[in-house]
T-cell receptor, first 118, second 110 residues
Protein backbone atom coordinates (compact mmCIF):
# COMPACT_ATOMS: atom_id res chain seq x y z
CA UNK A 1 0.00 0.00 0.00
CA UNK A 2 0.82 3.72 -0.04
CA UNK A 3 2.20 3.86 -3.57
CA UNK A 4 2.90 7.14 -5.31
CA UNK A 5 3.61 7.31 -9.04
CA UNK A 6 5.01 10.04 -11.25
CA UNK A 7 4.81 10.56 -14.98
CA UNK A 8 6.94 10.94 -16.94
CA UNK A 9 9.98 9.38 -15.32
CA UNK A 10 12.22 11.52 -17.49
CA UNK A 11 11.73 14.28 -20.03
CA UNK A 12 13.95 16.30 -22.33
CA UNK A 13 12.65 19.57 -23.69
CA UNK A 14 13.82 22.66 -25.52
CA UNK A 15 14.40 25.92 -23.73
CA UNK A 16 11.25 28.05 -23.61
CA UNK A 17 8.77 25.19 -23.66
CA UNK A 18 6.52 24.05 -20.80
CA UNK A 19 6.59 20.64 -19.17
CA UNK A 20 3.88 19.02 -17.06
CA UNK A 21 4.68 16.39 -14.43
CA UNK A 22 1.95 14.28 -12.85
CA UNK A 23 1.93 12.84 -9.34
CA UNK A 24 -0.65 10.23 -8.42
CA UNK A 25 -1.45 8.42 -5.20
CA UNK A 26 -2.44 4.97 -6.46
CA UNK A 27 -4.07 3.34 -3.46
CA UNK A 28 -5.01 6.18 -1.16
CA UNK A 29 -6.43 9.67 -1.19
CA UNK A 30 -4.24 12.64 -0.37
CA UNK A 31 -5.57 16.07 0.45
CA UNK A 32 -1.99 17.34 0.54
CA UNK A 33 0.91 16.55 -1.74
CA UNK A 34 4.39 18.01 -1.68
CA UNK A 35 6.75 18.87 -4.54
CA UNK A 36 10.52 18.73 -4.07
CA UNK A 37 13.47 19.47 -6.32
CA UNK A 38 16.90 17.91 -6.11
CA UNK A 39 19.99 19.13 -7.93
CA UNK A 40 22.97 16.78 -8.46
CA UNK A 41 24.78 15.86 -5.25
CA UNK A 42 22.40 17.97 -3.17
CA UNK A 43 19.57 17.15 -0.82
CA UNK A 44 15.87 17.48 -1.54
CA UNK A 45 14.46 20.99 -1.30
CA UNK A 46 10.76 21.55 -0.82
CA UNK A 47 9.26 23.72 -3.55
CA UNK A 48 5.60 23.84 -2.62
CA UNK A 49 2.74 22.23 -0.78
CA UNK A 50 -0.18 21.26 -2.99
CA UNK A 51 -3.64 21.34 -1.42
CA UNK A 52 -6.66 19.72 -3.07
CA UNK A 53 -9.17 22.30 -4.11
CA UNK A 54 -7.12 25.33 -3.13
CA UNK A 55 -4.01 27.24 -4.09
CA UNK A 56 -0.60 25.78 -3.48
CA UNK A 57 1.72 27.18 -0.84
CA UNK A 58 5.16 27.97 -2.23
CA UNK A 59 8.44 28.05 -0.34
CA UNK A 60 10.45 31.22 -0.24
CA UNK A 61 12.35 31.80 -3.45
CA UNK A 62 10.17 29.53 -5.61
CA UNK A 63 8.37 31.44 -8.39
CA UNK A 64 4.70 30.51 -8.34
CA UNK A 65 4.15 31.81 -11.87
CA UNK A 66 6.91 29.60 -13.19
CA UNK A 67 6.05 26.43 -11.31
CA UNK A 68 2.30 25.99 -11.65
CA UNK A 69 0.69 23.48 -9.34
CA UNK A 70 -2.78 22.05 -9.75
CA UNK A 71 -4.29 19.60 -7.27
CA UNK A 72 -7.43 18.70 -9.16
CA UNK A 73 -8.44 15.61 -7.23
CA UNK A 74 -7.59 13.65 -4.11
CA UNK A 75 -5.27 11.40 -6.12
CA UNK A 76 -3.63 13.75 -8.62
CA UNK A 77 -1.37 16.78 -8.44
CA UNK A 78 0.45 18.28 -11.40
CA UNK A 79 3.51 20.50 -11.59
CA UNK A 80 4.00 22.52 -14.76
CA UNK A 81 7.37 24.10 -15.38
CA UNK A 82 6.59 27.04 -17.65
CA UNK A 83 9.10 28.50 -20.10
CA UNK A 84 11.73 26.06 -18.95
CA UNK A 85 15.39 27.01 -19.07
CA UNK A 86 18.55 24.92 -18.63
CA UNK A 87 18.83 25.99 -14.99
CA UNK A 88 15.47 24.27 -14.35
CA UNK A 89 17.06 20.93 -15.19
CA UNK A 90 16.69 18.88 -12.04
CA UNK A 91 15.12 15.84 -10.39
CA UNK A 92 11.54 16.63 -9.38
CA UNK A 93 9.95 14.44 -6.71
CA UNK A 94 6.48 14.47 -5.18
CA UNK A 95 5.21 12.98 -1.95
CA UNK A 96 1.83 12.35 -0.38
CA UNK A 97 0.42 11.21 2.89
CA UNK A 98 -2.51 8.80 3.27
CA UNK A 99 -3.89 10.60 6.30
CA UNK A 100 -5.47 14.03 6.15
CA UNK A 101 -3.94 15.65 9.17
CA UNK A 102 -3.60 14.52 12.76
CA UNK A 103 -1.45 11.71 14.06
CA UNK A 104 1.78 10.70 12.40
CA UNK A 105 1.31 11.36 8.73
CA UNK A 106 3.99 9.32 7.01
CA UNK A 107 4.83 10.73 3.61
CA UNK A 108 5.45 8.40 0.71
CA UNK A 109 7.46 9.53 -2.27
CA UNK A 110 7.14 9.06 -5.99
CA UNK A 111 10.04 7.73 -8.05
CA UNK A 112 10.93 11.18 -9.34
CA UNK A 113 11.01 12.86 -12.76
CA UNK A 114 14.30 13.88 -14.30
CA UNK A 115 13.93 17.04 -16.36
CA UNK A 116 16.62 18.07 -18.81
CA UNK A 117 16.19 21.39 -20.59
CA UNK A 118 18.37 21.88 -23.67
CA UNK B 1 11.16 21.77 13.06
CA UNK B 2 14.24 20.64 14.99
CA UNK B 3 17.50 20.31 13.08
CA UNK B 4 19.35 17.00 12.89
CA UNK B 5 23.05 16.16 12.63
CA UNK B 6 24.33 13.04 10.90
CA UNK B 7 27.79 11.86 9.88
CA UNK B 8 28.31 12.51 6.17
CA UNK B 9 29.36 8.97 5.32
CA UNK B 10 29.77 5.48 6.75
CA UNK B 11 30.89 2.09 5.50
CA UNK B 12 29.58 -1.27 6.66
CA UNK B 13 30.53 -4.80 5.70
CA UNK B 14 27.90 -6.86 3.96
CA UNK B 15 26.04 -9.09 6.41
CA UNK B 16 26.92 -6.98 9.42
CA UNK B 17 24.61 -4.64 11.30
CA UNK B 18 24.71 -1.03 10.12
CA UNK B 19 24.20 1.50 12.91
CA UNK B 20 23.44 5.03 11.74
CA UNK B 21 23.45 7.75 14.39
CA UNK B 22 21.48 10.98 14.43
CA UNK B 23 21.59 13.89 16.87
CA UNK B 24 18.47 16.00 17.39
CA UNK B 25 19.22 17.79 20.64
CA UNK B 26 16.59 20.51 20.10
CA UNK B 27 13.71 18.12 19.47
CA UNK B 28 10.45 19.15 21.08
CA UNK B 29 7.87 16.99 22.81
CA UNK B 30 5.51 16.61 19.86
CA UNK B 31 8.14 15.92 17.21
CA UNK B 32 8.62 12.46 15.78
CA UNK B 33 11.88 11.02 14.44
CA UNK B 34 11.57 9.76 10.86
CA UNK B 35 14.11 7.88 8.78
CA UNK B 36 14.09 7.79 5.00
CA UNK B 37 16.66 6.55 2.52
CA UNK B 38 17.34 7.47 -1.07
CA UNK B 39 18.95 5.08 -3.47
CA UNK B 40 20.68 6.79 -6.36
CA UNK B 41 18.28 8.42 -8.85
CA UNK B 42 15.16 7.24 -7.00
CA UNK B 43 12.63 8.93 -4.74
CA UNK B 44 13.15 8.64 -0.97
CA UNK B 45 11.85 5.48 0.68
CA UNK B 46 10.21 5.55 4.11
CA UNK B 47 11.95 3.28 6.61
CA UNK B 48 10.63 3.83 10.11
CA UNK B 49 9.55 6.48 12.60
CA UNK B 50 9.07 6.83 16.35
CA UNK B 51 8.25 9.23 19.16
CA UNK B 52 10.03 7.95 22.26
CA UNK B 53 9.77 4.17 22.31
CA UNK B 54 12.06 1.94 20.30
CA UNK B 55 10.47 0.70 17.09
CA UNK B 56 11.10 -2.25 14.81
CA UNK B 57 9.70 -3.25 11.45
CA UNK B 58 10.70 -5.53 8.61
CA UNK B 59 13.32 -3.08 7.39
CA UNK B 60 15.03 -1.74 10.48
CA UNK B 61 15.02 -0.90 14.17
CA UNK B 62 14.95 2.60 15.63
CA UNK B 63 16.50 3.22 19.02
CA UNK B 64 15.67 6.57 20.62
CA UNK B 65 17.53 7.68 23.75
CA UNK B 66 15.53 8.36 26.87
CA UNK B 67 16.11 12.12 26.63
CA UNK B 68 15.15 11.92 22.91
CA UNK B 69 18.16 13.99 21.92
CA UNK B 70 19.58 11.30 19.66
CA UNK B 71 18.61 8.13 17.88
CA UNK B 72 20.16 5.22 15.98
CA UNK B 73 18.82 3.44 12.94
CA UNK B 74 19.87 -0.20 12.81
CA UNK B 75 19.86 -2.30 9.67
CA UNK B 76 20.40 -5.75 11.20
CA UNK B 77 21.98 -7.56 8.24
CA UNK B 78 23.15 -5.08 5.65
CA UNK B 79 23.11 -6.07 1.98
CA UNK B 80 24.57 -4.33 -1.06
CA UNK B 81 21.09 -3.02 -1.86
CA UNK B 82 21.15 -1.01 1.37
CA UNK B 83 23.75 1.33 -0.12
CA UNK B 84 21.99 4.70 -0.10
CA UNK B 85 21.80 8.11 1.54
CA UNK B 86 19.95 7.86 4.84
CA UNK B 87 18.06 10.88 6.16
CA UNK B 88 17.04 11.43 9.77
CA UNK B 89 14.24 13.98 10.01
CA UNK B 90 12.22 15.29 12.93
CA UNK B 91 8.70 16.38 12.18
CA UNK B 92 5.81 17.73 14.14
CA UNK B 93 2.56 15.89 14.43
CA UNK B 94 0.22 16.28 11.47
CA UNK B 95 0.58 16.50 7.74
CA UNK B 96 3.58 18.79 7.61
CA UNK B 97 6.46 19.16 5.23
CA UNK B 98 9.70 17.24 5.62
CA UNK B 99 12.95 19.17 5.83
CA UNK B 100 15.83 17.13 4.46
CA UNK B 101 19.39 17.64 5.67
CA UNK B 102 22.46 16.23 3.99
CA UNK B 103 22.01 12.72 5.40
CA UNK B 104 24.54 9.90 5.77
CA UNK B 105 25.87 8.17 2.69
CA UNK B 106 26.03 4.50 3.69
CA UNK B 107 28.17 2.21 1.56
CA UNK B 108 27.91 -1.53 2.05
CA UNK B 109 31.22 -3.22 1.31
CA UNK B 110 31.17 -6.75 -0.18
Amino acid sequence: GAVVSQHPSWVICKSGTSVKIECRSLDFQATTMFWYRQFPKQSLMLMATSNEGSKATYEQGVEKDKFLINHASLTLSTLTVTSAHPEDSSFYICSASPQAGGGTDTQYFGPGTRLTVL
Amino acid sequence: DAKTTQPPSMDCAEGRAANLPCNHSTISGNEYVYWYRQIHSQGPQYIIHGLKNNETNEMASLIITEDRKSSTLILPHATLRDTAVYYCIVKKDGNEKLTFGTGTRLTIIP
